[in-house]
């Protein structure tokens, strides 16, 4: 790494921390009143914020990106008055900072209690969309951290204007800037350095795709969340009722099939193959799904007008994001479990059964984020579960998994009164 | 990486995942039996398990070992059984695996829960002390985990022999022995490869030194508990009991100086310097302690017979693990926060004081897995904080803070159960 990029760095965190202390001091109706005003203020500036965003999606047309691309970056009034309206649901949640979670005299003499308390400074990077800038500026602020973000290139000129307006509004409340800092150099080498700035960011949050949670895994001296990448798969046990059966499936596929909580792989106990599977290709594919399937699923297709691929051991590892299944049929419930473990991210997982014991032992024996019983894997977020917010959804086991609302933001410290008590 | 390491580590990984879903399945009562069998067979195999510990010795004695660190590797009958007898207090404690976090009924008609489970696979890395192999194993297999463990090669035999007994213990009882694997080799290219080992390792805890920690830290793709380095300090506010505050003072730095909570920097406020410090310094050197202070500390212990030396950056950033203290005059409460925060590992830090508003300033701006008032940093302990077991002290914020119990071996799954319930 150059050395400018060193000492950028290193300010960088410098002022992300100084600025966090300032934001661990703050009471909820103070945190409350700053996100007050970074809406108002992001309200005022709506017009350059809306001009930044179409320099945006010139140079994005400019530089060939596709219609959907160029859609996600895209923010017009309507989708900025809504980015903004959020932020009035942030503040009406419960401030968790604060809280003591437990609270106990111990027999040596000392008071102690665990208080949740912010991280303290958080790293995050996206790709894309530019109301993640707002999302993660107002849920970090709202958990008393300070922030880093690194946004994607394409939407550059929208998170400079936007993350412009929200320090405007963080300093008009006497408070520092650099709670919301970005990074506005679209070079990779940054985000490398960013990884291992371990003495002042608490954690780093990726959000995008496999390559950067893997940079992330590989690089990051800092614990990091990995997530959001969802291989997730749906069992029908032989105890099942067929039609209701295929009804969650449906649903898991098609509801909104872009995003990491969509169905990718439906496994079927052989004893039903013959009677579910040709219903389901038949109302699948008038969906628009289109499958990739073992030779025994294959074959119940016979007949059928449908899009049907080979299953591969490649199939079973993709994360389709597009109205595509996998299908294999599974001799028992092992079976289906045994590929679950091979294939899953971890993300989320479930069994569709009319048999309370087979519910219990998938439930126990798979290892996933979310397992689901007779439920469709699409509840798998923030809002289904009521958390009201969602900084991301973590795929891995440590300090938050699934679907994290605010207090993934925040950790605990023990605090120990005493009356100048030693130990003995 | 030679191809024959990375096809050992594969090896062990694809065991202690296999081994950790038998593990899953048992209840609170079959892990207890487990337990008590593990420690009916090392009382069995003491003998084999005490020459083992004879011949570590025997080569540590070759190698040049000091009499300190030989002493902190042998095991004599009376060690062995104490270390066999703590069994019984961790089968004694309940069990956490299993408790539903939180329950509700959704909107959307699922029922949904957090359920504790274990991690599935915990590696460990840790130095010398052969008791540390069972602690750790009997602490993974009551929390449903399996265990991958690199002790130091100066207990391999006492390991291997330890290890072989549980093993042994673990097969008896039907269940795969691979739940607990240990690393014969002393080679570091595998500890290295270890840290990688993501597909099959949930969590690594080094439990070591700065080097090892920094080594996890820098290598691992895992999640890794960083922890047990203790650069800890007590301010002495300007309204303080003076004898009271170097009572507490001398506990924190002389009653087990060679432990990661013990005291390594007293800063005092320069109102209250002239009347305390030399108090301390007699008090203190009386009990063997030497001292690395600030000009104006050392100023105030002219005339007295102590080993006395200049304090630098270096010094400051020591964790002394001896009689060893660092001595500062601050300015006021600000400047003894600045200074905790340049130099603080995060372990234990305190103030001492009748004033509780300085004490509600330092706890909420002093960033720490254990922050004090009035009392000894020596109490950050999981059997002083009543937890029952200690896996590691951890220094970092995701996931566990402070003294790691049982609760910290687990994570939760999200379990939502429904009635063929589709998202809408």
Redesign the interface.
């Known amino acids: 790494m150059f050395e400018h990029h060193q000492a950028y760095l290193q300010a960088l965190g410098q002022q992300a921390k100084q600025a966090s202390?300032a934001l661990?001091?703050l009471s909820g109706e103070q945190k409350q009143q700053l996100l007050s005003a970074i809406a108002a203020t992001l309200t005022a500036h709506s017009d350059t914020i809306l001009a930044a965003n179409r320099q945006d999606v010139v140079n994005a047309r400019a530089s060939g990106l596709s219609d959907a691309m160029i859609d996600r970056l895209l923010l017009d009034k309507a989708r900025l008055n809504n980015v903004i309206a959020d932020i009035d649901n942030v503040i009406r949640l419960a401030d968790p900072v604060g809280t003591e979670l437990e609270s106990?005299l111990?027999d040596?003499g000392?008071r102690?209690s665990r208080r949740r308390?912010p991280?303290?400074v958080v790293g995050v990077i996206y790709e894309a969309r530019p109301n993640v800038t707002v999302d993660i500026a107002v849920l970090a602020l709202k958990t008393g951290n300070a922030v880093i973000l690194r946004g994607g290139k394409e939407t550059l000129q929208s998170n400079v204007a936007l993350s412009d307006a929200i320090r405007e509004a963080i300093t008009a409340q006497g408070l520092p800037a650099d709670a919301v800092q970005l990074i506005q150099s679209a070079d990779r080498a940054l985000v490398t350095g960013l990884l291992k700035l371990?003495r002042y960011i608490?954690?780093i949050v990726p959000r995008g795709g496999q390559h950067l949670q893997r940079l992330c895994?590989?690089q990051a001296?800092i614990?990091?969340?990995l997530g959001g990448i969802g291989i997730c798969h749906l069992y029908a046990d032989k105890e099942v009722?067929i039609d209701?059966?295929i009804?969650?499936i449906?649903?898991?596929k098609v509801?909104r099939p872009t995003v990491c909580n969509a169905l990718d792989t439906a496994l079927v106990h052989r004893d039903i193959a013959a009677q579910l599977l040709p219903k389901l290709y038949r109302q699948l594919a008038d969906l628009g799904v289109s499958f990739y399937a073992c030779p025994q699923a294959k074959a119940l297709a016979d007949g059928f007008a449908v899009d049907i691929h080979d299953a591969t051991e490649e199939s079973y590892a993709q994360e389709w994001l597009a109205l595509t299944l996998g299908i294999k049929v599974v001799d028992d419930i092992d079976a289906a479990i045994a590929h679950i473990?091979q294939y899953s991210s971890g993300h989320s997982e479930?069994i569709?059964t009319d048999n309370i014991h087979a519910?219990a032992y998938f439930?126990?024996?798979v290892?996933?984020?979310?397992?689901?019983?007779?439920?469709?894997t699409?509840?798998?977020d923030g809002g289904?579960?009521?958390l009201g917010a969602e900084v991301a959804v973590s795929t891995?086991?440590?300090?938050a998994?699934?679907?994290m609302g605010l207090e993934a933001l925040t950790?605990?410290?023990?605090?120990?009164?005493?009356?100048?008590?030693?130990?003995r």
């Open positions: 202390y661990a001091n106990q111990l040596n000392l102690l308390v991280l303290g371990d608490d954690m895994a590989e001296t614990p990091v969340i009722d209701k059966a009804a969650v449906a649903n898991a509801q473990r479930g569709l519910a439930v126990n024996q290892d996933a984020s979310a397992v689901y019983v007779n439920a469709s699409r509840f798998t289904q579960f009521g891995q086991k440590l300090h998994r699934g679907p950790t605990y410290k023990w605090i120990g009164v005493g009356e100048y008590t030693a130990r």
